[in-house]
């Protein structure tokens, strides 16, 4: 489904493509390698173009319940939602002092046009849909064409309200909204694996972006600090040895917290109110977010990290008293499954960042929802986070792996020197910050899609 009318065909009418590494400016505009595509009607130009900074905004053209109009969420309920508020989409003042128009096509799809006239003329010819939304710079949100008064004359009038009859009266089942082109259920949306690719790739997309990367950035550089601090204290006999470890871990996952919920946020912004998040949107209810899912988080590992610690105990208590080698080895089989559960329950732990900044809910009720949702969808669950993982690892590979070779090359009297560990560990951090803030994105569409999109009826 395209943003032009049915029975045109938008590869023909694109024609030749040529590609230009020529970066495109506007007020606000990242520069970005744009695909240029002279339509017919010259001098008329539509450029098919991605910013960088755009690209968060576009992640999807299929718009699930979750962006409905509902209660307030968090972003609006401060001054920067006050002043959205004011200005909604369908009635905000486009900036005029650039002739530029970026549109955006129903499937998401990105096209620029370098003037007002461009625009006209193809909504003129019939190219583009009054499903098509627009904007001048990559800071104001999308709007209808018929909200602009550029183009309100070429709109025709239409209802703006779905009719009844097309809703469902089943009680219990509620019909997700969709975004423009898909309020006629025509709409398609890939499922199964190729799906899961298909968002993941998106994820990607909106992972490039310089404030999520340096957010995951200083979080791994904190954690680094915090761990080369850990080696370098050496507590007496009368301080419990892990006791550095265990409060390095604690600081690393309230740091971890405030970063997860920082990127979520801004994530979530984009997806639900397709428009990069102002500067402070992320940051609202930064405190409680993060400290639901420092608790929620905490939950999790400890439980984990308490039964092996535990097991292990009772395994050295065992086989000291002299117990039958088959009772030591059924304490030490539990032990190991539990080790090995452990790191699929935790990337699957990367779900709760989303489900406590979309629901906005206590950490123990995120809990319950976390595993309600795992358990309902558990392959499709699994099949995502592996794939993202996978997807994930190839793109941060070249990052790790010299790092990694620096490790292995290293002798151990060198990996014990202090300068050495702290150079290591900050290079580390540096290499694993694509992969984490990938991660981290991706988790948003990942719940959402399983939430909304998957079993919408029960929502």
């Keep these: 489904m395209s943003g032009f009318l049915p029975g045109t065909d938008l590869p023909s009418l694109l024609g030749r493509a040529e590609f230009s590494s020529a970066p495109e400016r506007g007020q606000g505009d990242s520069p970005a390698t744009a695909v240029r595509t002279r339509l017919p009607g010259p001098p008329f130009l539509l450029t098919v173009i991605t910013p960088l900074d755009q690209r968060p905004s576009v992640v999807g053209a299929t718009v699930g319940p979750w962006r409905r109009t509902g209660r307030p969420r968090n972003v609006e309920m401060t001054r920067w939602g006050a002043e959205r508020s004011r200005a909604t989409p369908d009635t905000i003042s486009m900036t005029d002092h650039l002739d530029a128009w970026y549109i955006r096509l129903p499937d998401g799809r990105i096209l620029r046009a370098g003037s007002t006239a461009a625009v006209r003329h193809h909504l003129e010819a019939g190219r583009l849909s009054a499903d098509c939304r627009v904007r001048r710079l990559s800071r104001d949100p999308w709007v209808l064409l018929e909200a602009c ?11 703006r309200v779905a009719p009844a009859s097309r809703r469902s009266s089943s009680p219990g089942v509620n019909v997700p909204a969709r975004g423009p082109g898909h309020g006629n259920g025509l709409g398609l949306q ?9 968002e993941l790739l998106k994820a990607l997309d909106s992972t490039l972006v310089r404030g999520k990367l340096l957010t995951v950035l200083c979080v791994g550089l904190v954690g680094a600090g915090l761990l080369t601090v850990a080696n370098l204290l050496q507590p007496g006999q009368d301080v419990w040895w892990p006791l550095p470890w265990l409060a390095a871990g604690l600081a690393l996952l309230v740091a971890q917290a405030v970063g997860a919920c920082l990127v979520t946020q801004s994530t979530f912004i984009e997806l639900s109110r397709l428009r990069p998040a102002v500067p402070g949107e992320a940051a609202v209810g ?14 999790v590992v400890g439980l984990f990290v308490g039964a092996s610690v535990g097991l292990g105990t009772l395994e050295g208590i065992l086989r000291g008293q002299g117990q039958p080698d088959a009772l030591v080895g059924a304490v030490a089989a539990v032990r190991l499954v539990v080790e090995v559960v452990f790191w699929p329950v935790l990337g699957l732990s990367l779900l709760l960042a989303p489900t406590i900044i979309v629901e906005e809910c ?5 809990l319950g929802l976390w595993a309600g949702l795992v358990r309902q969808h558990l392959g499709r669950t699994f099949v995502y986070e592996a794939l993202a993982a996978g997807l994930g690892a190839v793109v941060s590979f070249p990052l790790i792996f010299p790092v990694a070779l620096a490790v292995g090359s290293a002798a151990p009297a060198e990996l014990a020197n202090p300068v050495v560990h702290a150079t290591l560990a900050t290079l580390a951090a540096l290499a694993l910050t694509p992969l984490l803030a990938y991660l981290t994105v991706a988790n948003v569409s990942i719940y959402l899609n399983l939430k909304y999109e998957q079993s919408p009826g029960a929502h």
Aim: aromatic share 10%; hydrophobic share 45%; proline share 10%.
């Design 149 to 159: 008064d550029e183009f309100a004359d070429l709109i025709p009038s239409r209802p």
């Design 190 to 198: 890939t499922v199964g694996v190729p799906g899961c690719v298909e």
């Design 286 to 299: 930064l405190g409680r977010n993060a400290f639901r899912l420092a608790v929620a988080e905490f939950v």
């Design 362 to 366: 206590s950490p123990f009720r995120a």
